[in-house]
């Protein structure tokens, strides 16, 4: 069986995502977009994902991407798929990825199936097309995922076309508690949005062992997934307020923070704290501790490290050719000493996904830190991706100046 995931804005992080979790042997890109995987979709870990907005199972594959036959297509076989629906109001709705087709005539089709789904004497309600693809909010206002729902989208690949039933979306709103409700938040020390902590813990952590996740097969559809307690620990030598911390929490890893501000590890403690009260976490085992990167001790056990490091000075328009070389040279002095510190303290083969600065000097034009280069003299292997180059590990804004180059090493 063959899941397929619609990535987010960034879709060569959240390919890198699931490459790092599932082999990319299991992965088979379509367009830029859009990802099938080789895995069971009770399998597929999608909450833990911060890089795919949608899941969906695949239904068939037509050998055109004419839209004309594609509708051709649906209006018969739609009125009877509906009836193996339960009673009640059909929610209907069409997305298309990749085929040359107005959001217009989407929205035409879509009125075609539901004439021709209503002569069954089903109700129908149709989610209008405001562009070619509904948004997370849009299906999530609209029940598409529910027991009545049905998202179909269409994805070209090549000279066929996928037709896949969306099964999930982002959680928006959980994202939002988590990222705006915490009782600790600092804007001075940066603000790491969930969705790329998630990223950089799936980086660091690499292949999912597949005996912690099989007993999700058993779980009826309409009950929330417990998350497996994985017994492995996720170091952040940089925690701040801890947003690495609760991810990684959440997806039941131990979790281990040390930060050389005295506040932040306060900051991280009334954190997690809050999250164990509003999320009602299965036990975990958490470890908090002022200290310097670049010059603390940890406690083992340490199985992974994913961290946003010093990223050094806020710029909100391109700085000087002097103050930048600075910034530079400082930054990278800070991550030279952390990774030269850590790699006594970590076992051979032990993988790290810290999120180090870039700067944007160009529209896509980026000055990288020197150390990049010296990766293989510190002592580390540079993990590369099949289906992506580490130069695509980029997490930025086109108007943004201080980037997130997100670097995946493993210790030699």
């Known amino acids: 069986m063959q899941s397929l995931l619609v990535l987010g804005r960034q879709p060569a992080l959240g390919l890198a995502e699931i490459e790092s979790l599932y082999g990319a042997d299991k992965i ?8 099938v995987i080789d895995v069971d979709p009770c399998l597929l870990a999608f909450d833990r994902l911060g890089g795919a907005v949608k899941f969906c199972k695949i239904l068939t594959t037509l050998d055109t991407t004419n839209w004309g036959k594609i509708e051709k297509f649906l209006v018969q076989v739609s009125p009877q798929q509906s009836q193996q629906m339960p009673e009640g109001k059909m929610l209907l709705g069409l997305s298309v990825i990749g085929l040359e087709v107005s959001a217009q005539r989407i929205e035409a089709t879509g ?5 021709a789904i209503r002569k069954t004497g089903r109700p129908v309600r149709l989610v209008p097309n405001k562009s070619t693809e509904l948004n997370t909010a849009q299906i999530l206002h609209n029940k598409l995922t529910g ?41 001075k020390v940066g603000m790491l949005p969930p969705k790329l902590a998630q990223i950089l813990i799936n980086l660091a952590v690499g292949q999912l062992p597949e005996d912690k996740l ?13 998350l497996p307690l994985l017994e492995q620990t996720i170091l952040d030598p940089f925690c701040g307020t801890g947003v690495v911390l609760q991810e990684a929490a959440l997806m039941g890893y131990h979790v281990y923070g040390t930060d050389l501000e005295p506040r932040m ?12 009260e509003k999320f009602r976490l299965a036990p975990v085992c958490s470890r908090l501790e002022v200290g310097d990167a670049t010059t603390h001790q940890w406690q083992k056990p340490i199985d992974f490290v994913a961290t946003e490091t010093y990223l050094g000075r806020p710029f909100t328009s391109t700085p000087t050719g002097e103050i930048l ?21 970590i076992e051979s083969g032990t993988r790290l996904c810290i999120a180090v600065p870039a700067w944007q000097i160009r529209r896509d034009q980026f000055k ?40 995946v090493i493993s210790k030699k």
């Open 147 to 187: 027991p009545n729902g049905w998202e179909l989208v269409f994805i070209r690949d090549g000279d066929k076309t996928i037709v896949a039933q969306t099964v999930k979306v982002q959680d928006i709103e959980s994202y939002t508690r988590r990222d705006r409700e915490r009782p600790k938040r600092d804007a």
């Open 325 to 345: 070389a600075q910034t530079v040279m400082d930054c990278n002095l800070i991550i030279k000493k952390f990774l030269r510190n850590i790699h006594g303290q």
């Open 214 to 226: 099989e007993s999700i097969c058993e779980i009826p559809a309409d009950q929330e997934i417990p």
């Open 368 to 407: 990288f830190l020197p150390l990049i280069d010296q990766i293989d003299d510190l002592g580390y292997n540079r993990m590369s991706f099949e289906h992506l180059g580490n130069e695509d590990l980029l997490y930025y804004r086109e108007d943004q100046i201080v980037a997130r180059q997100l670097l």
């Open 28 to 35: 088979r890109p379509v367009g830029e977009q859009v990802a």
């Open 265 to 276: 590890i306060d900051y991280s403690r009334a954190n997690l704290e809050w999250l164990n």
């Open 111 to 115: 009125l075609s199936l539901k004439k």
